[in-house]
């Protein structure tokens, strides 16, 4: 498994983070967030729906269950947080969207049995105000590149930032 951590240490980081990701998103990607509420994984999803040029309100889908964006490669958004079991997700019926969208699915730990090629992005809150720890996971080769790819493009973000907006990456 290839994988790497961030620590972002504001919104505005984590915006950056996930622009970042979204320069590597293509159809068919399958990205699950986990995390505390409040971790994070919202703020995350907008940030990667406006550097794909979404214009749409980004908002949890926790009632909704889902929702898709408008943007160069369109967006389905899905919180997993009510659901029972991987069965209520295959009853949304997404499943036939899967090809042709980015998929970014919070509390996706819950069903993260239904993608066996992922990336998985768990987001943990860190003493800091604001703070959040983010690792990025994945076993499938279409990730193996990419991931490094990723790391090398959040480092080039904010190489020449102040030292206290730098993302640490460990």
């Given at each position: 498994m290839?994988?790497?951590?961030v620590r972002s240490g504001s919104p505005a980081q984590t915006a950056?983070?996930?622009?970042?990701?979204?320069?590597?998103l293509?159809?068919?990607?399958?990205?699950?967030?986990?995390?505390?509420l409040a971790a994070g994984k919202t703020t995350f999803v907008k940030?990667?729906?406006?550097?794909?040029?979404?214009?749409?309100?980004?908002?949890?889908?926790t009632f909704a269950l889902a929702?898709?964006?408008?943007?160069?490669?369109?967006?389905?958004?899905?919180?997993?947080?009510?659901?029972a079991d991987v069965e209520e997700y295959r009853d949304l019926g997404l499943a036939e969207y899967q090809d042709e969208v980015i998929s970014l699915i919070e509390w996706g730990?819950?069903?993260?049995?239904?993608?066996?090629?992922?990336l998985a992005i768990s987001f943990v809150a860190t003493d800091e105000t604001d703070g959040r720890s983010l690792t990025f996971a994945s076993s499938c080769d279409?990730?193996?590149g990419a991931l490094g790819d990723l790391h090398a493009a959040?480092?080039?973000?904010?190489?020449?930032?102040?030292?206290?907006?730098?993302?640490?990456?460990?």
């Open positions: 290839e994988q790497f951590s950056l983070i996930g622009a970042a990701l979204a320069d590597a293509r159809p068919g990607d399958i990205v699950l967030l986990s995390g505390d940030a990667v729906a406006e550097a794909l040029g979404s214009t749409d309100p980004v908002t949890s889908p929702q898709f964006y408008s943007a160069r490669s369109r967006i389905l958004h899905v919180d997993s947080y009510r659901l730990e819950k069903i993260a049995g239904e993608f066996p090629c992922h279409r990730w193996t959040i480092s080039k973000d904010t190489n020449g930032a102040h030292a206290r907006d730098r993302i640490v990456i460990d």
